[in-house]
């Protein structure tokens, strides 16, 4: 499907890493970038909101450095992530600062508006909307948005239900513009699967968590390195919207991970759940069910480096298969 330039041309990989509360800063988001992958961060992680000016400043500053001494191989974009949801009292500053900077790539989240969208567009700036459904990916569209994310069964964090082939296969009926699917992607394999369903891009998300770069504690990068998709518990208690968490935190804050309380939709907060005492995201860890592939905790670098090579073995193999069936079918017809 057709990408805008700014997605097309400068990326080493077909990969959006997503933005990780309070784990996406600068120094993961850079790294990403240098790699080779849209590299991107929610702007609510910049505290207190002072910060984003200057984190943008870096990011901008660092990576046209990196383009000047690296023409051959220059970075990819980076995205700011915003939550557009009216407990989200930042979003009119934050989005003034975004625009200051010409950030490449916006990521909205958790409500559609035409004028972030506008303020984003007068700039060149293409603007993501993360979906769990195709009833929001219409809106999303009617409102301004240029590209989807959809957040199928099996993403870490606020997560959707439906399956990433049920998903896409609907919203590819309709839209033909950019779309990133996002859902248990932790290798090279399953960003070819994501492309293969009809999706451009893979949004990947709980691998980085487990890089060197990640502002995440290192209990919660080795308990991602020791689970699996069985870990993984789905539940609204922790902010008022359904999400995947790490099973073993959940049990260290003192509640029971297979009988969680339903919480009130309609009470999101984004921060602490039923135990007051433990706040999700701080001490009930965001995850998703792809991180059975995740053994290690490398650099971003070379994780992205991983995945590369293995999506290129994941091409060869299905181009090797692909070419042998029409030989048979071609014996055959003979």
Not at 77 to 84: G, K, Q, R, S
Not at 145 to 166: E, N
Request: glycine share 10%; proline share 5%.
């Amino acid at each position: 499907m057709a990408l805008p330039p700014v997605l097309r041309d400068r990326l080493r990989l077909p990969v959006i890493g997503s933005p990780l509360f309070i784990i996406s800063g600068p120094d993961l988001v850079i790294a990403q970038c240098k790699a080779g992958i849209v590299g991107s961060f929610p702007a609510l992680n910049a505290r207190p909101a002072s910060l984003l000016d200057e984190w943008l400043h870096r990011i901008t500053e660092e990576l046209a450095a990196w383009d000047r001494d690296n023409p051959d191989r220059p970075s990819a974009p980076f995205a700011v992530n915003h939550i557009v949801h009216k407990t989200n009292d930042r979003l009119e500053h934050d989005l003034e600062i975004s625009t200051k900077w010409k950030a490449p790539v916006v990521i909205t989240s958790l409500g559609a508006r035409e004028d972030v969208n506008a303020a984003v567009h007068s700039y060149g700036g293409v603007v993501l909307h993360d979906v769990i459904n195709d009833r929001f990916a219409r809106k999303a569209i009617e409102k301004g948005a240029d590209g989807l994310i959809t957040v199928a069964a099996g993403a870490g964090g606020h997560a959707g239900k439906l399956s990433p082939f049920a998903l896409v296969q609907e919203v590819r009926e309709w839209f033909q513009g950019p779309i990133a699917l996002s859902g248990s992607i932790a290798n090279g394999r399953a960003i070819l699967g994501a492309q293969a369903m009809g999706a451009d891009l893979a949004y990947v998300g709980s691998a980085f968590i487990a890089t060197q770069e990640a502002n995440a504690e290192q209990a919660y990068k080795d308990m991602i390195v020791a689970s699996g998709a069985d870990d993984i518990v789905y539940s609204n208690l922790f902010t008022g919207v359904h999400g995947n968490y790490l099973a073993p935190s959940i049990r260290a804050a003192g509640m029971d991970p297979d009988n969680l309380p339903e919480s009130d939709p309609s009470r999101m907060n984004f921060g602490s759940g039923g135990n007051q005492k433990s706040k999700a995201w701080r001490d009930i860890w965001g995850c998703g069910q792809g991180i059975g592939a995740v053994k290690d905790v490398p650099s971003a670098a070379e994780l992205v480096a991983r995945l590369a090579e293995e999506y290129e073995a994941a091409k060869a193999e299905l181009a090797e298969k692909t070419s042998f069936t029409a030989g048979r079918a071609l014996l055959a017809a003979e």
